[in-house]
C-alpha cells in the first residue's frame, strides 16, 4: 500500500505550514530517512523525510499550498505499486497558492481575535465605551487599526458615523495620525486599498510567512507593553583591547571569530541577575521571575528578523556563546532553525552597529520584558578626568515594557552593563 | 398614452387574461351582476357568461375552497374576497389545501390559482373593512403574495399571478384604486416578474421600504426630505411580499447602512419583522443605525376618521423616521 508523506507536528501553537519546496518529483526513487519535501513555518524551515524507501508516487501539496499538521503531502510507493503521472499542472498552483495564502493567513490566528474580525493593522484601535458605535463602525475601525476618539464625528450625539470613517479614510494619506508610530517592518497586511495613477506602477508581493509573523509579533509587542527607551553609553577601550590581545588565540582554540557579542552577553547576563524584573514575563496578573537565562540575539537574515535563543546563557563560557552565535547565526540564515531555537527566551540582545547605527530604540520580544539594543563602536572625544580624550564609544538602548520595570530599575540595569563593559575584570571577579 | 386608475388597469388586465385562457373563470360575492362592490370586475359577466363570471353566496370558505377543486380538475381559478378582512372564513382552505396540494401529490395537482384580495386603510372602512393581513400568510410555505404599488404593477403583477402555476394572493390596495392614476400603454402585455423588488428611487442616507399606499407616501416623504432637508433616501417597492426579494433590500441596506420599513398592519408580528430580522442577519457589519419600522398601532382598526388619521402612518410620519434614522 503507499505510503502516505504527512505534515509531522510543527511546533507548539503552529497550525499551518506553507510546501516550499519539493525535494524530489514523481517518478524519483527515494531511500529510507531521505528527505522528501520542505515546509516553511513561522521562521523554520524543515524537512519531511520518507519513512520507507520507494518512488514518489504523488504530490497531493504543490509547492505553495498551505498545509495543516497531518495533511497528507503525498505518497510514496513499494515494489511494484502504481505511480501518478508526473503533474503537468504544477506550476500553475504556483501562482496561485501564495495568492490565496493572504486571506487564509487571519483565520489561523482565531484565539487571539473576536472571530468575525481580522487582525487588527496597527496598534491604537480604539473603539471608545462611552460612544455609540455601529457594527459597521467598529468593523471598520478594527479592519484600519483606527482610533475612533480622533475622528470627527457627525452622528447625533457627536457619534462617528460610518460616513465619518469612510471620509477620514479617504482623506488621510495614510492613516497616520490614527496609529501608534511603528517601525516599517510591522506594515499591515490589510491596509485601506489605494488606487494608483496610470503612471505609478506597483509591483504586488505576497507577503511570505515569516514576514507575517513579523508583522504581527512587532505590532502585538507593540500594542500590549508599555515601551520605553533607556540610553548609556558606555567606554569600550577595554573591551576593545581585550579583544585585539585574545582574538587570534580564541580563533585558533575555538574556531569561531570573537566578536563583541559574547563580552555583552555576559556583561547582560550579569545585570539580570542583579535586577531580576529585566528578566521577567508578565502573565495575566502574575509577575513571572525567570530564575534562568535564555538570551536571544536578533540575526537579521534575507527572509527577514529572526531571534535565536542560546538557552541557560549564564551557565556557558565566552567561548561556549560565542560559537553558539556563529551556529545560530548560520544556521538562520540557511533556514535551518528549528522551533526549539526560536522559543524560550527571557531577554533578547540586538545589533544593529554591524549595518552603522549608533543609537536605535528596539522593539521587545514580546513577551519579554525588555531588549538590549546595541551599537556601532565610534571613536568619540569625551571628557575623562577633565581633559578630552578619544575613546571607541558605544552607545546601549534598553528598550523595557513599564508595565513591569520602572525607570529606576531599568536605568541602574543599563548602568550596570556599562559598568562592567568598561571594567571587564568585574566580570571575572563579580558576575 | 392613455393615462388610468389602477382599478381600471386592474379591470382591464381581467378582461384580457380571461379572453387568453378559457381555463380562467372567476368567483366572488358581487362580482357578476354587480360588477363588484368596487367595480373592479365590470363588465366580465357581459362579456363571458355565467359560467365563467360566478356570483358566489358569502362563504369565503366555498370560495376558496371550490376553487381548490377546480384547479384539481384543470381549471385556473380566479377568486375575489371582496374585502381582505374577510378572508379569515376562508383561511383553512387556503393555508392547508392552496397551499399544500402540489406538495402533497408530488406536483400532480398544481394549484394555479389568483385569490384577489382589496386590502388597506384610509377609506373610512372602520375594523373589518380596512385590515391588512398579509402577516396571516407570511409563515405559509407554498403561497405566494403580491401587493402591486403602482397603476403598472396592479396589470404586471396580476398577469403574472394568473399565469403561474403557484397559488397568489394578489392584494389589491382599495385607497389605491382611484387615488392613483398612471400610463398603461394598451394591447401591450404589461408583466411584472414576481420575486422582484423595485428600487423606485436612488438614495444614499436610508433606505425605505414599503408596499401598497405605504410606498407611495415614503415616495412623497422622500421627495420632500431631498428637497427641504438635503437627505438623500432610497425607496424600495417590494411589489411581492413572499417570496421577498432579499438581494435587493440586501444591497441597498449594506450601500446606505440605514433602513425604515413602513406597513399598515398593527407593528407586532407584521411584515416588518421580517424584513428587519433578514436585514440584521445579512447587513449587520453595514448596520450603521438601528433599523426602524413604522407601522399601525397595536389594536384593532379603528373607525372614527380622526382615528384612522391618526392610526395609519403618514407621509409627516414616515418622514419623522427616515429624518432620525438618516441623522442617527
Partial sequence: ?431 | MARITYIDAINRTLHEEIARDETTFLIGEDTGIYGGVFKATRGLLEEFGPERIIDSPISESMIAGMAVGAAMVGCRPLPEIQFADFISPGFDQIVQQVAKYRWRTRGAWDMPITIRCPWGGGVGGGVFHSQSNEAWFLNTPGLVMVAPSTVRDAAGLLRSAIRSADPVLYWEHKKLYRSLKDELPEGEEVVTPIGEAHVAREGTDVTAISFGQMFQYCMQAAERLAADEGISVEVIDLRTLLPMDQDTLVASVSKTGKAVVVYEAPKTGGIGGEIVALLTERCFWDLDAPIARVAGYNTPFPAAATMERAYLPTVDTIADALRDTART
Avoid at chain 1, 219 to 233: F, I
Fill in chain 1, 1 to 431: 500500500m503507499a505510503l502516505e508523506i504527512k505534515v509531522p507536528s510543527l511546533g507548539q501553537s503552529v497550525p499551518e505550514a506553507t510546501v516550499s519546496k519539493w525535494l524530489k518529483q514523481v517518478g524519483d526513487e527515494v531511500q529510507a530517512d531521505e528527505a522528501v519535501v520542505e515546509l516553511e513555518t513561522d521562521k523554520i524551515t524543515m524537512e519531511v523525510t520518507a519513512f520507507r524507501g520507494g518512488t514518489l508516487a504523488s504530490i497531493d501539496k504543490p509547492a505553495g499550498a498551505t498545509v495543516a499538521v497531518g495533511e497528507v503531502l503525498g505518497t510514496i510507493a513499494g515494489e511494484g505499486e502504481e505511480v501518478a503521472a508526473p503533474e503537468p499542472e504544477e506550476e500553475a498552483p504556483e501562482q496561485e497558492e501564495p495568492r490565496k495564502e493572504a486571506p487564509l493567513e487571519p483565520s489561523a490566528r482565531p484565539a487571539e481575535e473576536e472571530p468575525a474580525a481580522p487582525p487588527a493593522t496597527g496598534g491604537g484601535v480604539v473603539i471608545p465605551e462611552d460612544m455609540k458605535t455601529s457594527p459597521a463602525v467598529r468593523r471598520l475601525a478594527r479592519e484600519h487599526g483606527l482610533d475612533l476618539t480622533r475622528i470627527e464625528g457627525s452622528g447625533r450625539g457627536g457619534r462617528v458615523t460610518r460616513d465619518d470613517v469612510e471620509t477620514y479614510l479617504e482623506g488621510a494619506p495614510a492613516a497616520a495620525p490614527a496609529r501608534e508610530a511603528t517601525p516599517p517592518a510591522a506594515a499591515a497586511p490589510a491596509g485601506p486599498a489605494r488606487e494608483y495613477g496610470l503612471d505609478e506602477p506597483v509591483e504586488r508581493v505576497p507577503m511570505t510567512p515569516i514576514r507575517k509573523t513579523i508583522a504581527r509579533r512587532m505590532s502585538e509587542s507593540k500594542r500590549t507593553a508599555a515601551h520605553v527607551t533607556t540610553v548609556d553609553e558606555a567606554d569600550m577601550s577595554a573591551i576593545v583591547e581585550l579583544r585585539e590581545r585574545i582574538k587570534d588565540d580564541f580563533r585558533e582554540a575555538h574556531g569561531v571569530k570573537l566578536t563583541y557579542m559574547p563580552f555583552i552577553a555576559k556583561a547582560a547576563i550579569a545585570a539580570l541577575k542583579e535586577y531580576p524584573d529585566v528578566n521577567a514575563s508578565i502573565e495575566g496578573e502574575e509577575i513571572v521571575y525567570h530564575r534562568f537565562y535564555h538570551l536571544g540575539v536578533a540575526v537579521h537574515t534575507e527572509a527577514g528578523l529572526v531571534v535565536p535563543v542560546i538557552k541557560h546563557a549564564d551557565r556557558k563560557s565566552m567561548s561556549e556563546i560565542a560559537a553558539e552565535i556563529d551556529d545560530l547565526a548560520t544556521r538562520a540564515r540557511e533556514r535551518r532553525l528549528e522551533m526549539d531555537d526560536i522559543q524560550g527566551g527571557t531577554f533578547t540582545l540586538t545589533n544593529a552597529g554591524g549595518f552603522g547605527a549608533i543609537l536605535t530604540t528596539p522593539i521587545i520580544s514580546y513577551p519579554e520584558v525588555a531588549v538590549l539594543g546595541i551599537h556601532k563602536i565610534q571613536e568619540r572625544p569625551v571628557a575623562v578626568d577633565g581633559r578630552v580624550e578619544i575613546r571607541p564609544m558605544m552607545y546601549l538602548a534598553l528598550s523595557y515594557d513599564h508595565r513591569l520595570v520602572d525607570g529606576t530599575p531599568a536605568v541602574l540595569f543599563l548602568r550596570r552593563v556599562c559598568e562592567l563593559l568598561e571594567s571587564p575584570e568585574r566580570l571575572l571577579v563579580e558576575a
